[in-house]
């Protein structure tokens, strides 16, 4: 019997290295501190790491504009630093999966700087540069996703670049055999095991805005948008066909590399998402990434009905042989306890935790951290400082160890505030508070990898009644009914016979269920059929 992929079964976990452990005192988490840390996830249950960037930048925004993508940036340590951490977390069963930024990279990259030295350089088509529109100004109505043109004039050679995001962030041209030459091998860089090159061993990349690699080779306008006064449809700066081959040549890169996974961010509605995964059907084969980050529960309404029929429509779009992947939260997000509130982040993490595939957990969820506090002079994020409103500082303040000063993240102030509430929600309190958040995530983690029906089994019977959601999982002998009451009400529901195994208030584990069963407002159960 072939034994599935470790990313099948496994529960990832984001951790943005700025935020997570400050290890040498200077306000800034590092390398060395994941390193001290690696225990707590065992505890937890995750079975793999996500690290947001950690490579040399200018930190324009912090690590999304990349200098050089085969180092670390002295801020989180060094290369040595790395190995010792992978090292660490492969002999605890943990993977390690880098986040990788190709669309673009930072002005200050040596590729960009040649770029911009002159048009002759050869480096100038790795870039996407275009001459001014007939009557000057950009070259067309392309807008950045952090606001404003998409395009900003070079004086010294009269041409503008293209930047989906900051002018600090100049797109590459995937176009270009040579770009995609280049980060192939940085992407081998970080693969390889123990060659005189150096090579590292990942477990895989998250790769960055995936769905917008290519751009229209005519460099056209992009459409104004008729649902939304004044904005524009990106038919020509996202989600363009040339990209799919892209991703096909990334995954038989890895694939060289054995048992390693393709993630990719890939924020489009799921039809689209679909064809992420590379369904050939002559060859019935997959040939795409292995998981195309799933958002649509970030975004759909906190209803029974909604969910149900997002759960549905989802596992009946997936091409065969695909697998699904579940997220709530991450650096880009509000916090789950921000959008949900205190009640339903104890069923978010069931809904997360026992639906079919891959789930993602963020930093600090795991203790219902809500967002930070800042006030306007302690915003950080660039996309805040240019779009007030827009900011992601919230979701990225310190993780909450302990009670003591700066929440045992650092013995000194940090690069953005804790949360005032950390005498209360940080991670050691809870660990010693049967009922806490942190407790029931450590017996959700447990459970689903004690039942193959949690983590490889099937869902069926999706369905929604007066605001409760239900669906069970099967695998074997091994069948399970979940129901989550996403309401504010007491609700009822009729259950098969069974036993509870786990409640979201963590109690009435063992109780036998038959017939109407109540429940509170934002409970979740998890019943053992039989």
Known sequence: MQTAPW??????????????????????????????????????????????????????????????YCDVDPLFGSLADFDTLLEAAHARG????????????????????????????????????????????????????????????????????????????PDLNWRNPEVRAAIYSAMRFWLERGTAAGGR?????????????????????????????????????????????????????LEEYGDRVLIGEIYLPLRNLMAYYGFDPASQSLRGAHLPFNFHLIHTPWQAE??????????????????PNWVLGNHDQHRLATRLG??????????????????T???????????????????????GLRQPGAGRDAERTPMLWDGSPHAGFSPVEPWLPVHPEYPQTNANAQAMAPRSVLSLYRQLLRLRRAHPALHCGSVTTVSAQSGVLGYQRHQGEDHLQIYLNLTEELQSV?????????????????????????????????????
């Open 7 to 68: 990313w099948q079964t496994a529960v990832l976990y984001q951790v943005y290295p700025r935020s997570f452990q400050d290890a040498n005192g200077d306000g800034v988490g590092d390398l060395q501190g994941i390193l001290a840390r690696l225990d707590s996830l065992v505890e937890l249950g995750v079975d793999a790491l996500w690290l947001s960037p950690i490579y040399p930048s200018p930190m324009a925004d912090f690590g999304y504009d990349v200098a050089n």
């Open 94 to 169: 943990l993977r390690l999966v880098l986040d990788l930024v190709p669309n673009h990279t930072s002005s200050q990259h040596p590729w960009f700087v040649a770029s911009r030295s002159s048009r002759r350089d050869p480096h100038r088509d790795w870039y996407l540069w275009h001459d001014p529109a007939p009557g000057g100004g950009p070259p067309n109505n392309w807008t950045s996703h952090f606001g404003g043109s998409a395009w900003t004039l070079d004086q010294s050679t009269g041409q503008y670049y293209l930047h989906s995001f900051l002018p600090e962030q």
């Open 201 to 253: 061993g990942v477990d895989g990349f998250r790769v960055d805005v995936l769905w917008l690699l290519i751009k229209d080779a005519l460099f056209r306008d992009n459409p104004a948008n008729p649902a939304w006064d004044g904005a524009l449809l990106p038919l020509y700066t996202a989600d363009r066909p040339e990209v799919h081959a892209i991703v096909g040549e990334m995954r038989s890169l």
């Open 306 to 323: 909604a969910i149900a029929q997002l759960v549905m429509t989802y596992e009946a779009l997936l091409p065969p042989g695909a697998w």
């Open 342 to 359: 205190p009640y339903q982040i104890r069923t978010a993490a069931m809904l997360l935790l026992t639906l079919r595939g891959t789930p």
């Open 361 to 383: 957990l963020y930093y600090g969820d795991e203790l219902g951290m809500p967002d930070g506090h800042l006030t306007p002079e302690q915003q950080r994020d660039p996309a």
């Open 494 to 530: 009729t259950s098969p016979r069974g036993t509870i195994l786990l409640t979201t208030i963590l109690d009435g584990a063992g109780g036998a269920v038959e017939g109407t069963l109540y429940l509170e407002p934002g409970e979740g159960l998890l019943i053992q059929l039989g």
